[in-house]
């Protein structure tokens, strides 16, 4: 046989038995000069139907909401606060004290939750949208804004979710809720609302909150998820709903703007410092609800002092009236706890007291609160 010609046979030969080699191993291989083979693209074929039908969708189907729960939602994750419980039966075992939701912020693994998510827990772990779980750490938790960071260490590329303005919000757009309501099982649940109210103040315990209200349906285990506006930004934190008999469609949430500078601060620090004036008041919206029988004057009863502090040091005894703070009349223990995070840490300040008919100025310096 000419040379030449069983060259190029041979050549055929090989380049048949190398594609038959191909489709057995399920690889393929490219050439800069030809196109891969079509066998190829067979592994494709799924994803590429799926692209399809996804372009196909029209635009009355394929809204804002679909988009931001498409961007959002591999970025919520569900949360779950294990802890030591004593059994009469077993002894002390490790059991789940409840779930809540997440969201991943940061491709190193930091997640914002709920501080009431995390409370108590000795082990945390963490359920990723695709089912896989990873043991989770807190790096840190605060009470007064029931928000606390959550860090995990990731296999994988996360998705991260993008925080928006809750400055620039408004009332009557789209509100979007992802997150966990009722547990794991109905995990990546999307209601959708709108912005019902900015701004709103409720009392939580003995803590006062500025929320954002929304109508879209937050359940148990949605606090920690995403409240999400129409372009697939997280506004806020997923924080409370108000259960009480006849009342619905009232759920809120923890203002991304609010919650951003908290959540540096417990990445970093693990707890936020915050100023202390040292003392249990009663405010008149106190002494009403607990049918507390006292003449206010327009200010702040003082219940309580904490000896060696810092209203102890500067003279304020029980049963003085705060009536002013830095010059400026104070009635509401709401106010007067801004006043006091406005002015810092080792700030001195002026408070204003009655006691009795008298009236007299004294100077505190405010110091880290204790415990934090």
């Given at each position: 046989m000419?040379?030449?010609?069983?060259?190029?046979t041979?050549?055929v030969?090989?380049?048949?038995?190398?594609?038959?080699?191909?489709?057995?191993?399920?690889?393929?291989?490219s050439?800069?000069?030809?196109?891969?083979?079509?066998?190829?693209?067979?592994?494709?074929?799924?994803?590429?139907?799926?692209?399809?039908?996804?372009?196909?969708?029209?635009?009355?189907?394929?809204t804002?909401?679909?988009?931001?729960?498409?961007?959002?939602?591999p970025?919520?994750?569900g949360?779950t606060n294990?802890?030591f419980?004593?059994?009469?039966?077993?002894?002390?075992?490790?059991?789940?004290?409840?779930?809540?939701?997440?969201?991943?912020?940061?491709?190193?693994?930091?997640?914002?939750t709920?501080?009431?998510v995390?409370?108590?827990?000795?082990e945390?772990v963490?359920?990723?949208?695709?089912?896989?779980?990873y043991s989770?750490r807190?790096?840190?938790?605060?009470?007064a804004?029931?928000?606390?960071v959550?860090?995990?260490?990731?296999?994988?590329?996360?998705?991260?979710?993008?925080?928006g303005?809750s400055?620039?919000?408004?009332?009557?757009?789209p509100?979007?809720?992802?997150?966990n309501?009722?547990?794991?099982?109905?995990?990546?649940?999307?209601t959708?609302?709108?912005?019902?109210?900015l701004?709103?103040?409720?009392?939580?315990?003995?803590?006062?909150?500025k929320?954002i209200?929304?109508?879209?349906?937050?359940?148990p285990?949605?606090?920690?998820?995403a409240?999400?506006?129409?372009?697939?930004?997280?506004?806020g934190?997923?924080?409370?709903?108000v259960?009480v008999s006849?009342?619905e469609?009232?759920?809120f949430?923890?203002?991304?703007n609010?919650a951003?500078?908290?959540?540096?601060?417990?990445e970093?620090?693990?707890?936020?410092?915050r100023?202390?004036?040292g003392?249990?008041?009663?405010?008149k919206?106190?002494?009403?609800k607990?049918?507390?029988k006292?003449?206010?004057?327009g200010?702040?009863?003082?219940?309580?002092?904490?000896?060696?502090g810092?209203?102890?040091?500067?003279?304020?005894?029980?049963?003085?009236i705060i009536?002013?703070?830095?010059?400026?009349?104070?009635?509401?223990?709401?106010?007067?706890r801004?006043?006091?995070?406005?002015s810092?840490?080792?700030?001195?300040?002026?408070?204003?007291?009655?006691?009795g008919?008298?009236?007299?100025?004294?100077?505190?310096?405010l110091?880290?609160?204790p415990?934090?």
């Amino acid at each position: 046989m000419n040379k030449k010609i069983y060259t190029k046979t041979l050549a055929v030969v090989m380049g048949t038995l190398l594609g038959a080699s191909l489709l057995l191993s399920g690889c393929s291989v490219s050439s800069k000069k030809e196109a891969p083979p079509a066998v190829s693209n067979k592994a494709a074929a799924t994803t590429t139907a799926k692209e399809q039908k996804e372009k196909n969708i029209s635009a009355g189907r394929n809204t804002a909401i679909v988009q931001a729960a498409k961007k959002v939602g591999p970025a919520v994750v569900g949360i779950t606060n294990k802890a030591f419980v004593r059994d009469i039966f077993n002894g002390v075992q490790l059991a789940e004290r409840g779930s809540g939701s997440g969201v991943i912020y940061s491709k190193e693994g930091l997640i914002a939750t709920n501080y009431h998510v995390v409370e108590g827990a000795q082990e945390i772990v963490v359920s990723m949208p695709d089912g896989k779980t990873y043991s989770g750490r807190v790096l840190g938790a605060d009470a007064a804004t029931d928000l606390a960071v959550v860090k995990i260490d990731a296999t994988e590329p996360l998705t991260v979710a993008e925080f928006g303005d809750s400055d620039d919000i408004l009332v009557g757009e789209p509100a979007i809720a992802i997150g966990n309501p009722l547990g794991l099982e109905f995990r990546g649940t999307v209601t959708a609302g709108v912005i019902s109210a900015l701004n709103r103040s409720i009392d939580l315990g003995e803590r006062k909150f500025k929320l954002i209200q929304t109508d879209a349906a937050i359940n148990p285990g949605n606090s920690g998820g995403a409240l999400v506006n129409a372009d697939g930004q997280v506004i806020g934190i997923n924080s409370a709903k108000v259960a009480v008999s006849g009342v619905e469609g009232i759920g809120f949430a923890i203002p991304i703007n609010e919650a951003k500078p908290v959540l540096a601060e417990l990445e970093k620090a693990g707890h936020i410092a915050r100023p202390f004036i040292g003392a249990s008041l009663i405010d008149k919206d106190i002494a009403s609800k607990y049918g507390i029988k006292v003449d206010l004057h327009g200010g702040l009863y003082v219940m309580k002092l904490y000896r060696g502090g810092p209203a102890w040091n500067a003279g304020i005894r029980i049963n003085d009236i705060i009536i002013k703070y830095n010059g400026k009349a104070v009635d509401a223990l709401a106010d007067l706890r801004d006043m006091i995070n406005a002015s810092g840490i080792g700030a001195a300040v002026n408070v204003t007291v009655l006691r009795g008919e008298e009236e007299m100025d004294v100077s505190v310096t405010l110091t880290e609160m204790p415990g934090q």
